[in-house]
C-alpha cells in the first residue's frame, strides 16, 4: 500500500488531488509501518475541515511523501502512544482544529488559543486562554521538589516557563511549556500570498530570517512552476551559510559564557558581529532580513561585492579559529562540556530529533545533503556529525559546521565573484490553483519545514511551519533527566532552541 | 604617652577609612583583569562606587510575601562585616580590636552574616532562592573546616588564639614553618574562592538562575538593600583578603612600609582573582565539594606538620 505513495522531491509540487488519500485506520498503519521502515515524520497536521496531512521524510532514499486521510468525526486514535515523534504535532491539531487525538498521553495545548475553525474547545477552558495555564506532570513524595523557571527569566531571552521535578540537585524530569510567543503566523498566511506574507515567514524564527525566507520563497516557486537561476541559488546558499556560521559562533561564544570561562566568550562575541557584518555587506542586514525574494533577491551579490567579501571572510574565519581553539584547549571547559546532557540516539531517532542536536547523537539528518536544494546539489556541504549526543557533541558539530560552511562560503564567493549578476527576474507567475508543495531547508538549527497547498484561486488555503525548535525542544527535556539541576542552562544553551519558532 | 598614642589612632583611623571606603575597588580590579585579559575594555574599576551611590537614590520594592528577616540579610552581612573587620590586622599594623580568641569571633560573625543571608533567602519563598541558600549551606559547611583548621595550625605555632599574634606570625619565621604555612594559604585561597563566590566555584556574572549560587540569593533585594548587599560582598573580599595576605607579607620598619605593601598585596590579590577566573571554566556543582576537600585537606596536613 505504501509502494503506492508518490514520491516528492524537496521543493516540488503535486496537484491536490493526487495526494493520496486514506481511511485513518490506514493512514495510522501507513505512517507507522514507514516509520519503522526509517521514515521521520516532518510534519503532521490538520486543515480547517477534517483532513490531517502528513509528510514522511525518508532521508536514505531523498524522497519525501505525503498523504492524507478524511475523518467522519473531529477524533481519531492518537498516533503517539506507538510513534513518539507525533507527539507535539497530535496536540497541536487539537488545538487549531479541534480534532481530538483519542489515547494521546498528554494531551495538553500547545499555544494557548482557541481552534481557528470555530471549533469547541478541546479543554473547555470558557474565555481567552491564559498562556502557561494547564496541569503539569507532578512527582509526589516528601523529599521531592519543584522548580518553576520563567516564563520572565533573570536575564533578557525569549520567555518560556520550565518546570523541574527535583530531588535535591537531581532533576527526575522537565516540563517544557511554551507559548507565550505566540503571533498567529499561520493563522496570518492563510488566504495569501500577502504583501506581508514573506515578513511574516521570515520572522516566524527571526535568527533563521534566512532558512525561513528560503523555504517560502521555494514554496511560492514550486507552486508556480517557476525555475531560479543558478547564481541567484547561489547567492541564497551564502546567506544561508553566512547565517549559520554567525550563530554557531555565537553559540559556542554563549557555551562558554555559560560555563564561566570568558576568552572565548568575550571573542565571539565580537566575532559573532564580523559574520553579521558581512551578510549586512550583502543584503544590508545583519540578520539578512529581505534578501531573499520570491523568484530570486531583492539585492543580487555582485562580483565587485563578492570579491571584497572574500579576504574579509577569510580573517573572520581566522579569528574564530583562534577564539574556538582556546576552548578546545581547555580541561576545566572541556570536562564541564562531557559530563552534561546526554540525548542517545534510539532515544534522539524515536522522538525525531532534527539539525545539530540530531547530528551530535550520530544521526547523520541534514536536508543539504539528504534532500538537496538550491546549492547544495552541485556543491555539496559534508555532514557533520558527532557520537555522544552530549553538550560536548553538540559544541563539536557547530564548530565543524562552521568550518564547512566557511569553506564553502569561500569558493561560493570565488564563484559569484567570476559571473556576471543575473539580469533582474521576471514577476513570479501566479500560484498554480489546488497544488500542494513542500519545501525544506537547513536552517543553522536544522530542518526548517515549510508545507502550502492552494485553494480555487491560487490562495494558500493552508500554510504550514515546522520550524527545528517544534522537534527538538522535547529533546531537551530528555538531555536533563538524571541531570543536575543546575547544569540545565548549559543543556539549553548547547541546543539553543526557539522559543518564537515553535510558537509561531 | 601622646607621642606614643597618637601613631596608633592614626593607624586606627586608616584602618577605619580602608574598611568603610575601599572595599568597592577590590571587585572593579577584578573586572578589570577580566576584561583585559578578554579583550575589552570594561567598565570602569570604580563602577561599583557608582553603582552604590546609584543604588542609595533608588526606593527598594519588596514582595508581599517578605518579613522583616528580609532585611536582616544585607544588614546583617554589613554588620557582621563591619564588626569582623576590626579585629583583622592590614598586613603588619595592629587591628583596633584584639583579645585572646577573637579569631573563633571572626569565624562566627561571617557565620552568623551567612545564616542570616540564607534566612532571608528562604524569606521569599522562592524555588531559587531556596536551592541557592541550600547550596551555600552545604558549600560553608565544607569550607569552614579548612580555616578552621587552618587557624587551628597558626594557634599552635604562635600559641595565640587572638588574630593580631597569629597573623603576624612571619615575623617569627623560621624554615620550620615555611611549608605549613605555604599549605595554610594554599586552603584559605580556596575558601577565599568559594566565600566570596569567585569563579571556579560561583560564577558572580551569571544570569543563569539555576546555575547561581550566592547571586541568586540576593536576587530579590533592591535599591539600598541591594547596595549594602554589594558593598557586604565587596568588604568580604577585604576582610578574608586581609587573612590570607597578611600571614604572607614580610614585616618591614616603618608603619607606612607595612600599609603600602598590604595594599599592594590587595591590587595583587584581585590581579589573582582576576586571572583565576580569565583562564578556567567554573567547576560542575557536584565537583566544589571534592576542590572543598583538598582546601581542608591542606590545612589539616599544615596542622599536622605543626604538631611534628
Known sequence: MSADLPILRNGQSLPLREVPEFPVGDFRDIILRRIQEGDRLACLCADVDLHLYAVLADDAGHALRVLRARLDAPRYPALTPDCPQAHLFEREIAEQSGIIPEGHPWLKPVRFHLPWNGAPDPWRRGGVPVPGVADFFRVEGEEVHEVAVG??????IEPGHFRFQCHGERVFHLEIALGYQHRGVEKALLGGPHPLSLKQAETACGDSSIAHAWAYCRVLEGLAGFQVPARVDLVRGVALELERVANHVGDLGALSGDVGFLP????CGRIR???????AEGCGSRLGRDWLRPGGLRQELEPALAARMRPRLERAWADTKDAVELLWGAASVMIRFEAAGRVDSDQARAIGLVGVAARACGL?????????????????????QAESGNVHSRAWVRWLEAGASSGFLSTALTALADSAATP?????PPLAPVQLCVSLTEGWRGEVLHLAWTDAQGRFARYKIVDPSFHNWFGLALALRGEQVSDFPLCNKSFNLSYCGHDL | MIRSLLPTMLQFLLHGLTVLLLPPLIPGLIAKTKALMAGRKGPPVFQLYYDLAKLARKQAVFSRTTTWVFLAGPVGGVAAGLAASSLVPFGHTPAPVSFEGDVILFAYLFGLARFLTILSALDT???????GAAREATFSALAEPALFLGFAALAKATSSLSLGTMLAFPGTLTARFTGPLILVLAGWAIVYLTENSRIPVDDPNTHLELTMIHEVMVLDHSGRPLALVLYGASLKLLVLGALILTPALPRAPHAWQNWLAFYAALAGLALGVGLVESSMARFRMTKVPQFLVAGVLATGFAFLLMLV
Open chain 1, 151 to 156: 516564563p520572565v527569566h533573570a536575564g533578557v
Open chain 1, 264 to 267: 572565548t566568550a568575550s571573542f
Open chain 1, 273 to 279: 558581529g564580523d559574520w553579521l557584518n558581512l551578510s
Open chain 1, 364 to 384: 547523520g539528518r541534514d536536508v543539504r545533503h539528504d534532500h538537496p536544494f538550491g546549492p547544495y546539489g552541485e556543491r555539496p556541504i559534508p555532514v557533520a
Open chain 1, 424 to 428: 533582474k527576474p521576471a514577476p513570479l
Open chain 2, 125 to 131: 519563598g522562592s524555588s531559587f532562592e531556596g536551592m
